[in-house]
Nanobody, 118 residues
């Protein structure tokens, strides 16, 4: 199971970014995909998750209403649309997969850095 996160970058406060999590060597729609982030000097934080079979969606309170998770099974990719970004959203973002949404998934991709700064 290999995951590749991409789409990070530098954005001003209030701006938007869309992260992508692409899978290789497996069919992503059989898995729940979660997004996590880790800011410098802080512990890893769960951000959002989209379930596999029923497509259930969950968000951390800190991002609810600003972030949207979605999946495109035809492209074998899960997205995290991030709007109204704040400096406190600055972190390395990771996607991870498992059979269901959980706090410590089995399969992880490498991170992509998001920096929100003016």
């Amino acid at each position: 199971v290999q995951l590749q996160a991409s789409g990070g970058g530098l954005v001003q406060p209030g701006g938007s970014l869309r992260l992508s999590c692409a899978a290789s060597a497996f069919t992503l729609d059989y898995y729940a995909i979660g997004w996590f982030r880790q800011a410098p000097g802080k512990e890893r934080e769960w951000v959002s998750c989209i379930g596999s079979s029923d497509g259930s969606i969950y968000y951390a309170d800190s991002v609810k209403g600003r972030f949207t998770i979605s999946r495109d099974n035809a492209k074998n990719t899960v997205y995290l649309q991030m709007n109204s970004l704040k400096p406190e959203d600055t972190a390395v973002y990771y996607c991870a997969a498992d059979r269901r949404c959980q706090s410590d998934p089995s399969y992880w991709g490498q991170g992509t850095l998001v920096t929100v700064s003016s």
